[in-house]
């Protein structure tokens, strides 16, 4: 059992892993938070913290190579997955870090590299329980709203629970296919023609999947397949599904 520290009000559940780290704790350790004053999202995006949602870091060290760490998304994206089930909430996984119910986003992701040697992570993990941020430009849900009746302490230990089971099922990396396939089975978007943005550019093509890596498969209308692997994806379907037409 992988123990945790709780703090009432924190600047970042992730800051707080780099300054531990620093200090010399390097886990396993979850550090849960009832409330941030600076959440952090992917690329240094505000993650909303308010008070009845779950926010977490596990800080991790891995016997594995650096290459692996953009899988971790995605066995935290199962894990999460799963307590949304538990609570009979259906999701949707997004590339590469979102959960989502009905479109709407119901959690956040963010891995960070805490060392290369020996290789440490921390796992930041905010999910909605009780409320739903406004004010973004993205829809946002929590678990209370989709009728699940629970509590961010319920959920905290359901989480803690489903992600050890997922890392263990995912290996360091050699278990990753088997994460890949369950991930593709609940994401939004696979098999469509959807359009991509890196940097200053807008590449369209259809979504086949993702690699071993965790890369994008965009397929163009000639030539092979691209690998990205990082940019903003726009998927029509989901655009269609949060303007309520279809």
Same mark, same amino acid.
């Given at each position: 059992?992988?123990? !945790? ?11 707080? @892993?780099? $300054? ?5 704790? *390097? ?53 999460? @997955? ?5 609570? !009979? ?17 119901? %959690? ?11 290789? #440490?992570? @921390? ?26 009746? !629970? ?28 994460? $890949? ?13 959807? #359009?991509?943005?890196?940097?200053? $550019? *807008?590449? #369209? ?5 993702? #690699? ?17 692997? %990082? ?10 599904? $949060?303007?309520?037409? !279809?």
């Amino acid at each position: 059992m992988i123990p !945790t520290r709780h703090y009432p009000t924190i600047d970042s559940t992730n800051r707080e @892993a780099h $300054r531990l780290f620093a200090s010399g704790e *390097h886990g396993p350790l979850f550090l849960l938070a009832d409330e941030q004053t600076a959440g952090k999202g992917r690329l240094d995006r505000t993650w909303a913290s308010l008070r009845g949602n779950c926010y977490s870091t596990l800080i991790i060290p891995l016997d594995a190579e650096i290459s692996v760490v953009p899988q971790i998304g995605f066995v935290v994206a199962l894990a999460i @997955a799963a307590v949304l089930q538990t609570n !009979t909430v259906q999701p949707q996984l997004k590339w590469p870090n979102d959960v989502l119910v009905h479109g709407a986003k119901i %959690a956040g992701i963010l891995c960070e590299v805490l060392s290369n040697q020996p290789l #440490t992570i @921390a796992i930041g993990c905010g999910i909605n329980v009780a409320h739903a941020p406004a004010g973004f430009s993205y829809p946002a849900t929590c678990l209370n709203a989709e009728g699940a009746n !629970t509590t961010r302490d319920d959920v905290f230990q359901s989480y803690k629970s489903m992600l050890e089971k997922q890392l263990i099922r995912w290996n360091n990396g050699e278990g990753f296919p088997a994460i $890949r396939s369950a991930w593709t089975n609940l994401a939004i978007g696979i098999g469509e023609i959807i #359009t991509m943005t890196v940097a200053d $550019r *807008h590449l #369209t093509g259809t979504f086949e999947g993702i #690699t071993e890596q965790g890369a994008v498969l965009l397929k163009p209308p000639h030539g092979p397949p691209d690998v990205l692997h %990082a940019g903003d994806m726009h998927i029509p379907s989901l655009a269609r599904l $949060r303007s309520g037409t !279809t």
